[in-house]
C-alpha cells in the first residue's frame, strides 16, 4: 500500500486544462482533411420510402454520400451482455446499424452522411437530400409499448427485450415473506431519464493508409480499446492489428463516450473510400439526440417490515427504457448493476426484481454515472423513507437498526453479492457530527421565520464498484472480460512511462497513477508518466467506466511494478554481488541487508539498459513489465449523506442548504481528487434530482434537446458541500485497498435531496408522500395544490 | 450558419441606409447569432448596430433617462443604479457576464421574447421606444409574441424611460434558459401604478390592469388580496403549466409590492 497516503497533491493535468493547452480529438486537424455531416431523422418513427441524394451530390465540395445501403454487408453495433428472460429465452438483440435501413427509429437516428471539403459544404448539401418518411405511430411510453402491437423492430414482433428476474429461485420466498409481513410499505416512482452533456460533444476522425492498409481512428472515447474490439470483431472486421484507437484528451463522458457509436464506423469507411482523413463533430442538438441517455426507469417498490421494524422483503418491478437500440451496456446496467444491488446496506433476508427491458422511439439509453446502482439506491432509501413516516419511527434508527454490521463481514447479500468491508453506522455516526443534526430544530425554526419551510433527508448506499471479477461477469452475462492492464516501462536514464488501460477524462489518473509506483519505488512521482488512451501504445485495456480505474487498472499497475521490483532486485544482486533474495528496496535505494553496500535505482536503470557484464542466461536485458489483474470481486463503497431544503411554499422552489456526503472509499491516494470527484457527483445527483427533466412528447420529439429547456446543475444551484472520507474500510482483495469514487455522489445524492423535500411538505402541513424527479418548481407547487 | 455579409456603420443614417434588401440589424446577437447558427435565419447582410456611438451610452432627459439602443444589460446595471434602480436590477439578472456585456436594450425590445425582462420595464414605466424614424409608446409597441410596431429597416435608436416614485422587478427564473418563467415589474407613479408581466401570456408582455388598480388605490401588497390572474391565454409548458403561471403572476406582484423603492 503507498504510504503517503493523505497527502495532498495538485492534478497535473490541470496546467493544460485550464489554460486552454488541451488536445481534443476536434484540436487536430490532418492534412487534406475532409468532413462529415449527417443527416438525422426528424420522426421518432417512420418507414424510409426514398433517400434521393441525387441533387446533394451535385452541390459544391461533395465528395461522398453514403446511406444504409452501403452498409449492409457489415455488422452491427452490439449489445456486450446477453441478458437471458424468466423462462430461459435469450433476449432480443435487433441490428443496430451504422446508418438506419428501412426504418428511422428515433428522432437524430442518421439515415445518411455527406463526406465534402468543408463542413460548411457538406451541411448544405445535406439539407439537400431527398429523403421522404412515412411516419408511423411513435412508441414513446414504457406501458404502451409493452401492451401495443406497434413494434419499434418489426422482426422481433414484440417491444420487450427481455423479462428478467433476480433471483428467480428467491421469488417465492420473497412473495410469502411480502404476504405475511406486519407492514408492506409500496412505492411506485419514477427515475427520470438523463441527457449525459459531456461538455464536449463527439468527435471522431479516421484515416486510412492504402499501402499498408491501415486505420487510425481518433475518437471521444472513455474505452479506446473496447471501440476497437467491436468495430474489428462486429462492425466492420477491420483487423484489430490494423486499426489504432486514439482517445485523446476527452472533456467528459460520464458513461455516454463507453459505447460505440455508428458515426466513428462511418468515418473509418468513408476515410477508406476516398483515401483522405475525415472528421465529424458533434454539435450540442446532435448530442442531446444521440448522445446514449441514462437512467429512465419506472418502478414499483415494495417493502415489508415485521412489528419491529426489521426489514423482511424487497420486491421490486421494473420497466427500463432503453429506447431505439441496444447500446453496448444497456443490457447490463438495469439488471447486473441494479438488481445486484437490492438489498442495499441491509440485512434483509428476501429480495426478488423483475426487470422488464423495453424498446421504444427514443434515443438508446445505457449507463450514465452509477448506472444502475442509483436507480437501486434511489428505490431502496425512497421506500424506506416512506416506510418511516408511515410507522412513524425515525429514519436514522429505522436504517440502523438493518444495516449489516461490521463483524457480518464477509457478508452475503439476499440480492446475491458478497459485500467484503464496511462499517454503514460509523458512516452515519460521522454524517451525524458534521450534519449537526442536533441544530436542525433550530434550522426549521429560522426558516419558518421567513415563511420557508425546511426539510431533513438522510439516506445510507452502497454500490458495486472495481468492474469488475471476469469470471462472475462471464457467468452472468458478459461478452467480455473486465479486468485491466498495465506496462511499466524503467527508461534507461531512470525515468518511468506506465501504460496504462484506464483512460483518464477527468478523473485525475495522470497525477494518481504516478504516485502508486512512485511509493512502491521510493522515487519521485515527477519522474514518471502515465501513457493512456492510443491502442498502439498501450497493452489492452477496458476502460474507464463504473469506478473502476484506480481499483482495477491502478492494481495491474501494482502487480506490474511489482515485477519490475522483483528484476530491478536481481539486477542490484548481480551488481552488488549478493543474492537477490538478500536485496532491500528503500527510498529508491537497493541496499544488501545488513551491509551498507548499495546501488540507487538509477544506476539499476541503467545497468538494464547497458548490460555488458549481465549473466544472460539469468537475467534479460531491459526493465519493462507488463500485468493484468482481474479482480476477485466487486468494491462495496457506501456511504451515509444527509441534505437540508428549503422549500418556498409560495412558488414550490426548492434550494439546498446544507449537503454533507460520508463516504467510505477504503484507502485514498489523493483526497483532492476524491473530493472533487465526491463534488461532481453530488452536482450530477441534484441536478437529476431537481433539474434535470428529459421530455419526449407524445410524437417521440425531444422537447428538452438545448439548454434553453434542459437544466444543467449550476454552481449556485448547489450549496457548500460538506465531504468526508474518513471512515474508510480498505477494499479485502485488491492491493491497495480502495473501492472507487466516481460515482457515490450521484447515487446518493437523489433519494436524499427528494427525502428532505418531502419532509419540507410535510413539515408545512402538506402530506405528500411522494414526488418524481425532477422536483422543479412547478412539480412541487403543484402537489401542495392536490394534497 | 449561412454565409452572410457584415456592415459596421458608424451612425444611424448609414445604418438605416444599409439596411435595404434581405439586411438585418444585429445588437448584441445574443439572441440573432444563436438563430443562425442553428440555420433558422438567413439573412444576406447584417448591419452591426454596436459601432453606433449616437445609441450608446444613458443620459437624463426631462425628469427621465434616455438609454441608447446599443447599450449593453451591463451598462445599464451600472449606469442606472442609483437613477433608477430597479431597472439596474432587471439588467443585471439577464443571462450571464457574456451575455449582459454584449446583449442591447435595442435588441432584446426588438425582439419581444414572451420571457424577456426589458419588455417589462419598458411597458411598466410607460417608456418610449425611440426610432430611426419616430417615436413609439410602449403601449402601443409590443404587439404580441415577438412582434412588435417595427416596420422593416427600422432600428431601435433610444428608450425613454419616465422614472417612477417606487419600483421593483420581481423575476422567477425558467430553471434551464434563466429567462423569466413569470416576471412582474411594478412602477407607482403620481398617476398611478403600472404593472406588467412578462414570460406568463401568449401574447407577450401585458399589463395587469386588476392589480394596477387596486395598487393605485391602495399600494400595499394587502390591496392584491383575493385579486387573481386570469390563467386563460397563459402558456403552458414543460416548465409550468398556465395555472402556475397564474399563480406566480399574483406571487410575483405582491412580492414587487413589498420590495419595491
Ligand atoms: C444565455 C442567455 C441568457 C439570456 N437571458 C435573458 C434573460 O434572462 N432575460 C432577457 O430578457 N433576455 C435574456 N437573454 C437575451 C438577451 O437579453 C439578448 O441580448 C436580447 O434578447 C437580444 O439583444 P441583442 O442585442 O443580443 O440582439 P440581437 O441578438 O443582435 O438581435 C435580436 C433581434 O433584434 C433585432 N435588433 C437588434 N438590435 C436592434 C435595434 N437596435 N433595432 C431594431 N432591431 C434590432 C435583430 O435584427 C434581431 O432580430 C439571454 C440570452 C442568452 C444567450
Given at each position: 500500500m503507498p504510504k503517503d497516503i493523505n497527502e495532498v497533491v495538485g492534478r497535473r493535468e490541470d496546467a493544460r486544462f485550464l489554460t486552454g493547452t488541451g488536445r481534443y480529438t476536434d484540436d487536430i486537424t490532418q492534412h487534406n482533411q475532409a468532413a462529415a455531416v449527417f443527416a438525422r431523422s426528424p420522426i421518432a418513427n417512420g418507414i424510409i420510402r426514398k433517400i434521393d441524394v441525387s441533387a446533394a451530390e451535385a452541390m459544391p465540395g461533395v465528395l461522398a454520400i453514403f446511406t444504409g445501403e452501403d452498409f449492409t454487408e457489415v455488422g452491427g453495433n452490439p449489445a456486450g451482455w446477453m441478458i437471458n428472460s424468466r423462462d430461459g429465452s435469450p433476449m432480443h438483440e435487433p441490428k443496430r446499424p451504422v446508418l438506419a435501413h428501412g426504418k428511422v427509429r428515433h428522432v437524430g437516428d442518421a439515415y445518411a452522411a455527406v463526406i465534402a471539403e468543408t463542413p460548411e459544404q457538406a451541411q448544405d448539401a445535406m439539407e439537400a437530400i431527398d429523403a421522404d418518411f412515412e411516419e408511423l405511430p411513435a412508441i414513446v411510453d414504457m406501458a404502451a409499448a409493452?401492451?401495443?402491437?406497434?413494434?419499434?423492430?418489426?422482426?422481433?414482433?414484440?417491444?420487450?427485450?427481455?423479462?428478467?428476474?433476480?433471483?428467480?429461485?428467491?421469488?417465492?420466498?420473497?412473495?410469502?415473506?411480502?404476504?405475511?409481513?406486519?407492514?408492506?410499505?409500496?412505492?411506485?416512482?419514477?427515475?427520470?431519464?438523463?441527457?449525459?452533456?459531456?461538455?464536449?460533444?463527439?468527435?471522431?476522425?479516421?484515416?486510412?493508409?492504402?499501402?499498408?492498409?491501415?486505420?487510425?481512428?481518433?475518437?471521444?472515447?472513455?474505452?479506446?480499446?473496447?471501440?476497437?474490439?467491436?468495430?474489428?470483431?462486429?462492425?466492420?472486421?477491420?483487423?484489430?492489428?490494423?486499426?489504432?484507437?486514439?482517445?485523446?484528451?476527452?472533456?467528459?463522458?460520464?458513461?455516454?463516450?463507453?459505447?460505440?457509436?455508428?458515426?466513428?464506423?462511418?468515418?473509418?469507411?468513408?476515410?477508406k473510400k476516398l483515401g483522405r482523413p475525415v472528421k465529424w463533430t458533434a454539435d450540442r442538438t446532435e448530442a442531446f439526440l444521440t448522445d446514449a441517455h441514462g437512467r429512465d426507469h419506472v418502478t414499483k417498490i415494495e417493502l415489508a417490515l415485521d412489528a419491529e421494524g426489521n426489514f423482511l422483503a424487497f420486491r421490486t418491478e421494473t420497466m427500463a427504457n432503453v429506447g431505439a437500440y441496444l447500446s453496448n451496456f444497456s443490457t447490463a446496467t438495469p439488471t447486473f448493476l441494479h438488481g445486484t444491488l437490492m438489498a442495499g446496506n441491509y440485512t434483509v433476508p428476501n429480495v426478488y426484481v423483475n426487470v422488464k427491458a423495453v424498446f421504444t422511439n427514443t434515443a438508446p439509453v445505457d449507463a450514465y454515472r452509477g448506472a444502475g446502482r442509483p436507480e437501486a439506491t434511489y428505490s431502496i432509501e425512497r421506500v424506506i423513507d416512506k416506510a418511516a413516516r408511515e410507522l412513524g419511527m425515525d429514519p436514522i434508527t429505522l436504517r440502523r437498526q438493518n444495516f449489516v454490521k461490521p463483524d457480518q463481514y464477509p457478508f452475503a447479500s439476499a440480492a446475491g453479492l458478497e459485500y467484503d468491508s464496511g462499517n454503514y453506522d460509523a458512516l452515519m455516526d460521522r454524517m451525524e457530527e458534521i450534519a449537526d443534526l442536533g441544530g436542525f430544530t433550530a434550522r426549521r425554526a429560522a426558516s419558518e421565520a421567513k415563511g420557508m419551510w425546511r426539510g431533513l433527508g438522510i439516506n445510507a448506499y452502497i454500490e458495486a464498484?472495481?468492474?469488475?471479477?471476469?469470471?462472475?461477469?462471464?457467468?452472468?452475462?458478459?461478452?467480455?472480460?473486465?479486468?485491466?492492464?498495465?506496462?511499466?516501462?524503467?527508461?534507461?536514464?531512470?525515468?518511468?512511462?506506465?501504460?496504462?488501460?484506464?483512460?483518464?477524462?477527468g478523473q485525475g489518473h495522470e497525477?494518481?497513477?504516478?504516485?502508486?509506483?512512485?511509493?512502491?519505488?521510493?522515487?519521485?512521482?515527477?519522474?514518471?508518466?502515465?501513457?493512456?488512451?492510443?491502442?498502439?501504445?498501450?497493452?489492452?485495456?477496458?476502460?474507464?467506466?463504473?469506478?473502476?480505474?484506480?481499483?482495477?487498472?491502478?492494481?495491474?499497475?501494482?502487480?506490474?511494478?511489482?515485477?519490475?521490483?522483483?528484476?530491478?532486485?536481481?539486477?542490484?544482486?548481480?551488481?552488488?554481488?549478493?543474492?537477490?533474495?538478500?536485496?532491500?528496496?528503500?527510498?529508491?535505494?537497493?541496499?544488501?541487508?545488513?551491509?551498507n553496500s548499495s546501488v540507487s535505482f538509477g544506476e539499476v536503470a541503467l545497468k538494464a539498459y547497458i548490460p555488458h557484464d549481465f549473466p544472460i542466461t539469468e537475467i534479460e536485458p531491459g526493465l519493462e513489465e507488463t500485468a493484468f489483474y482481474d479482480p476477485a470481486n466487486f468494491t462495496y463503497p457506501s456511504g451515509a449523506y444527509c441534505c437540508e431544503v428549503e422549500v418556498d411554499p409560495e412558488t414550490g422552489k426548492v434550494s439546498v442548504e446544507r449537503f454533507t456526503a460520508v463516504d467510505d472509499f477504503g484507502n485514498v491516494i489523493n483526497p483532492m481528487i476524491v473530493t472533487g470527484q465526491v463534488h461532481g457527483g453530488l452536482g450530477q445527483g441534484i441536478g437529476q434530482a431537481l433539474l434535470e427533466h428529459t421530455t419526449y412528447d407524445e410524437n417521440g420529439q425531444l422537447l428538452s434537446a438545448s439548454y434553453m429547456d434542459y437544466t444543467m446543475p449550476r454552481a449556485d444551484d448547489l450549496p457548500f458541500f460538506h465531504v468526508d472520507h474518513s471512515q474508510g474500510t480498505p477494499c479485502t482483495h485488491n492491493p491497495l485497498g480502495v473501492k472507487g469514487c466516481g460515482e457515490a455522489g450521484a447515487i446518493g445524492s437523489p433519494p436524499t435531496v427528494v427525502n428532505a423535500v418531502i419532509d419540507a411538505l410535510n413539515s408545512g402541513g402538506k402530506p405528500v408522500t411522494h414526488l418524481d424527479m425532477p422536483l422543479t418548481p412547478h412539480r412541487v407547487w403543484s402537489a401542495m395544490q392536490t394534497v | 450558419m449561412y454565409a452572410f455579409e457584415l456592415e459596421r456603420p458608424g451612425s444611424v443614417a448609414d445604418a438605416v441606409a444599409a439596411l435595404g434588401g434581405e439586411a438585418q440589424p444585429l445588437g448584441g446577437g445574443q439572441t440573432l447569432i444563436p438563430t443562425l447558427k442553428a440555420r433558422l435565419a438567413m439573412p444576406e447582410k447584417l448591419v452591426s448596430l454596436t459601432g453606433i456611438?449616437?445609441?450608446?451610452?444613458?443620459?437624463?432627459?426631462?425628469?427621465?433617462?434616455?438609454?441608447?439602443?446599443?447599450?449593453?444589460?451591463?451598462?445599464?446595471?451600472?449606469?442606472?443604479?442609483?437613477?433608477?434602480?430597479?431597472?439596474?436590477?432587471?439588467?443585471?439578472?439577464?443571462?450571464?457576464?457574456?451575455?449582459?456585456?454584449?446583449?442591447?436594450?435595442?435588441?432584446?425590445?426588438?425582439?419581444?421574447?414572451?420571457?424577456?425582462?426589458?419588455?417589462?420595464?419598458?411597458?411598466?414605466?410607460?417608456?418610449?421606444?425611440?426610432?430611426?424614424?419616430?417615436?413609439?409608446?410602449?403601449?402601443?409597441?409590443?404587439?404580441?409574441?415577438?412582434?412588435?410596431?417595427?416596420?422593416?429597416?427600422?432600428?431601435?435608436?433610444?428608450?425613454?424611460?419616465?422614472?417612477?416614485?417606487?419600483?421593483?422587478?420581481?423575476?422567477?427564473?425558467?430553471?434551464?434558459?434563466?429567462?423569466?418563467?413569470?416576471?412582474?415589474?411594478?412602477?407607482?407613479?403620481?398617476?398611478?401604478?403600472?404593472?406588467?408581466?412578462?414570460?406568463?401570456?401568449?401574447?407577450?408582455?401585458?399589463?395587469?390592469?386588476?392589480?394596477?388598480?387596486?395598487?393605485?388605490?391602495?399600494?400595499?401588497?394587502?390591496?392584491?388580496?383575493?385579486?387573481?390572474?386570469?390563467?386563460?391565454?397563459?402558456?403552458?409548458?414543460?416548465?409550468?403549466?398556465?395555472?402556475?403561471?397564474?399563480?406566480?403572476?399574483?406571487?410575483?406582484?405582491?412580492?414587487?409590492?413589498?420590495?419595491?423603492?
Amino acid at each position: 500500500m503507498p504510504k503517503d497516503i493523505n497527502e495532498v497533491v495538485g492534478r497535473r493535468e490541470d496546467a493544460r486544462f485550464l489554460t486552454g493547452t488541451g488536445r481534443y480529438t476536434d484540436d487536430i486537424t490532418q492534412h487534406n482533411q475532409a468532413a462529415a455531416v449527417f443527416a438525422r431523422s426528424p420522426i421518432a418513427n417512420g418507414i424510409i420510402r426514398k433517400i434521393d441524394v441525387s441533387a446533394a451530390e451535385a452541390m459544391p465540395g461533395v465528395l461522398a454520400i453514403f446511406t444504409g445501403e452501403d452498409f449492409t454487408e457489415v455488422g452491427g453495433n452490439p449489445a456486450g451482455w446477453m441478458i437471458n428472460s424468466r423462462d430461459g429465452s435469450p433476449m432480443h438483440e435487433p441490428k443496430r446499424p451504422v446508418l438506419a435501413h428501412g426504418k428511422v427509429r428515433h428522432v437524430g437516428d442518421a439515415y445518411a452522411a455527406v463526406i465534402a471539403e468543408t463542413p460548411e459544404q457538406a451541411q448544405d448539401a445535406m439539407e439537400a437530400i431527398d429523403a421522404d418518411f412515412e411516419e408511423l405511430p411513435a412508441i414513446v411510453d414504457m406501458a404502451a409499448a409493452l401492451s401495443g402491437d406497434d413494434y419499434v423492430h418489426d422482426e422481433i414482433g414484440t417491444n420487450q427485450c427481455f423479462d428478467w428476474g433476480w433471483i428467480e429461485d428467491n421469488r417465492a420466498a420473497t412473495d410469502a415473506a411480502i404476504q405475511g409481513a406486519h407492514h408492506v410499505t409500496t412505492l411506485e416512482l419514477v427515475n427520470n431519464r438523463l441527457v449525459p452533456n459531456a461538455m464536449e460533444p463527439r468527435c471522431s476522425m479516421a484515416s486510412y493508409h492504402p499501402a499498408t492498409e491501415e486505420y487510425v481512428l481518433h475518437t471521444t472515447s472513455q474505452n479506446p480499446h473496447l471501440t476497437r474490439l467491436l468495430i474489428s470483431a462486429f462492425v466492420l472486421g477491420i483487423p484489430e492489428n490494423k486499426l489504432t484507437v486514439i482517445a485523446p484528451d476527452v472533456g467528459g463522458g460520464f458513461g455516454s463516450k463507453i459505447y460505440h457509436y455508428g458515426e466513428e464506423a462511418l468515418v473509418l469507411a468513408a476515410a477508406k473510400k476516398l483515401g483522405r482523413p475525415v472528421k465529424w463533430t458533434a454539435d450540442r442538438t446532435e448530442a442531446f439526440l444521440t448522445d446514449a441517455h441514462g437512467r429512465d426507469h419506472v418502478t414499483k417498490i415494495e417493502l415489508a417490515l415485521d412489528a419491529e421494524g426489521n426489514f423482511l422483503a424487497f420486491r421490486t418491478e421494473t420497466m427500463a427504457n432503453v429506447g431505439a437500440y441496444l447500446s453496448n451496456f444497456s443490457t447490463a446496467t438495469p439488471t447486473f448493476l441494479h438488481g445486484t444491488l437490492m438489498a442495499g446496506n441491509y440485512t434483509v433476508p428476501n429480495v426478488y426484481v423483475n426487470v422488464k427491458a423495453v424498446f421504444t422511439n427514443t434515443a438508446p439509453v445505457d449507463a450514465y454515472r452509477g448506472a444502475g446502482r442509483p436507480e437501486a439506491t434511489y428505490s431502496i432509501e425512497r421506500v424506506i423513507d416512506k416506510a418511516a413516516r408511515e410507522l412513524g419511527m425515525d429514519p436514522i434508527t429505522l436504517r440502523r437498526q438493518n444495516f449489516v454490521k461490521p463483524d457480518q463481514y464477509p457478508f452475503a447479500s439476499a440480492a446475491g453479492l458478497e459485500y467484503d468491508s464496511g462499517n454503514y453506522d460509523a458512516l452515519m455516526d460521522r454524517m451525524e457530527e458534521i450534519a449537526d443534526l442536533g441544530g436542525f430544530t433550530a434550522r426549521r425554526a429560522a426558516s419558518e421565520a421567513k415563511g420557508m419551510w425546511r426539510g431533513l433527508g438522510i439516506n445510507a448506499y452502497i454500490e458495486a464498484c472495481g468492474i469488475a471479477p471476469s469470471n462472475l461477469v462471464g457467468v452472468l452475462g458478459s461478452r467480455v472480460g473486465l479486468y485491466d492492464a498495465a506496462t511499466v516501462r524503467v527508461n534507461a536514464t531512470g525515468n518511468l512511462s506506465v501504460m496504462v488501460g484506464a483512460h483518464s477524462h477527468g478523473q485525475g489518473h495522470e497525477t494518481a497513477f504516478p504516485d502508486i509506483v512512485a511509493d512502491m519505488l521510493g522515487i519521485n512521482a515527477a519522474s514518471i508518466d502515465i501513457v493512456h488512451g492510443d491502442t498502439s501504445k498501450i497493452p489492452f485495456g477496458m476502460g474507464t467506466y463504473g469506478s473502476r480505474s484506480l481499483a482495477v487498472c491502478g492494481s495491474a499497475v501494482v502487480r506490474a511494478t511489482e515485477k519490475i521490483i522483483v528484476k530491478a532486485k536481481k539486477i542490484a544482486a548481480h551488481m552488488l554481488e549478493a543474492s537477490d533474495l538478500d536485496i532491500e528496496l528503500k527510498d529508491g535505494v537497493f541496499s544488501v541487508a545488513g551491509t551498507n553496500s548499495s546501488v540507487s535505482f538509477g544506476e539499476v536503470a541503467l545497468k538494464a539498459y547497458i548490460p555488458h557484464d549481465f549473466p544472460i542466461t539469468e537475467i534479460e536485458p531491459g526493465l519493462e513489465e507488463t500485468a493484468f489483474y482481474d479482480p476477485a470481486n466487486f468494491t462495496y463503497p457506501s456511504g451515509a449523506y444527509c441534505c437540508e431544503v428549503e422549500v418556498d411554499p409560495e412558488t414550490g422552489k426548492v434550494s439546498v442548504e446544507r449537503f454533507t456526503a460520508v463516504d467510505d472509499f477504503g484507502n485514498v491516494i489523493n483526497p483532492m481528487i476524491v473530493t472533487g470527484q465526491v463534488h461532481g457527483g453530488l452536482g450530477q445527483g441534484i441536478g437529476q434530482a431537481l433539474l434535470e427533466h428529459t421530455t419526449y412528447d407524445e410524437n417521440g420529439q425531444l422537447l428538452s434537446a438545448s439548454y434553453m429547456d434542459y437544466t444543467m446543475p449550476r454552481a449556485d444551484d448547489l450549496p457548500f458541500f460538506h465531504v468526508d472520507h474518513s471512515q474508510g474500510t480498505p477494499c479485502t482483495h485488491n492491493p491497495l485497498g480502495v473501492k472507487g469514487c466516481g460515482e457515490a455522489g450521484a447515487i446518493g445524492s437523489p433519494p436524499t435531496v427528494v427525502n428532505a423535500v418531502i419532509d419540507a411538505l410535510n413539515s408545512g402541513g402538506k402530506p405528500v408522500t411522494h414526488l418524481d424527479m425532477p422536483l422543479t418548481p412547478h412539480r412541487v407547487w403543484s402537489a401542495m395544490q392536490t394534497v | 450558419m449561412y454565409a452572410f455579409e457584415l456592415e459596421r456603420p458608424g451612425s444611424v443614417a448609414d445604418a438605416v441606409a444599409a439596411l435595404g434588401g434581405e439586411a438585418q440589424p444585429l445588437g448584441g446577437g445574443q439572441t440573432l447569432i444563436p438563430t443562425l447558427k442553428a440555420r433558422l435565419a438567413m439573412p444576406e447582410k447584417l448591419v452591426s448596430l454596436t459601432g453606433i456611438a449616437e445609441m450608446k451610452g444613458i443620459s437624463s432627459e426631462g425628469g427621465g433617462l434616455r438609454i441608447g439602443g446599443a447599450t449593453c444589460h451591463a451598462d445599464v446595471a451600472s449606469g442606472t443604479l442609483a437613477s433608477y434602480p430597479a431597472l439596474a436590477g432587471l439588467a443585471a439578472q439577464i443571462g450571464d457576464p457574456a451575455v449582459r456585456n454584449r446583449g442591447t436594450i435595442g435588441g432584446s425590445v426588438a425582439n419581444n421574447d414572451p420571457s424577456a425582462c426589458y419588455p417589462a420595464a419598458a411597458l411598466a414605466s410607460g417608456a418610449t421606444i425611440i426610432t430611426s424614424t419616430r417615436e413609439v409608446a410602449a403601449d402601443e409597441f409590443f404587439r404580441g409574441m415577438f412582434d412588435t410596431a417595427l416596420e422593416d429597416g427600422e432600428i431601435i435608436t433610444g428608450v425613454r424611460f419616465p422614472v417612477p416614485q417606487r419600483a421593483s422587478y420581481q423575476k422567477f427564473a425558467q430553471p434551464a434558459s434563466r429567462f423569466a418563467l413569470v416576471g412582474v415589474f411594478v412602477a407607482q407613479f403620481a398617476e398611478g401604478v403600472r404593472v406588467a408581466v412578462t414570460g406568463a401570456s401568449g401574447d407577450g408582455v401585458f399589463r395587469w390592469a386588476e392589480a394596477e388598480a387596486a395598487l393605485s388605490s391602495n399600494f400595499a401588497p394587502e390591496a392584491l388580496d383575493g385579486v387573481t390572474a386570469d390563467a386563460s391565454g397563459m402558456i403552458s409548458d414543460l416548465h409550468g403549466s398556465a395555472a402556475y403561471r397564474a399563480h406566480l403572476t399574483a406571487v410575483l406582484t405582491r412580492r414587487a409590492v413589498s420590495q419595491a423603492h
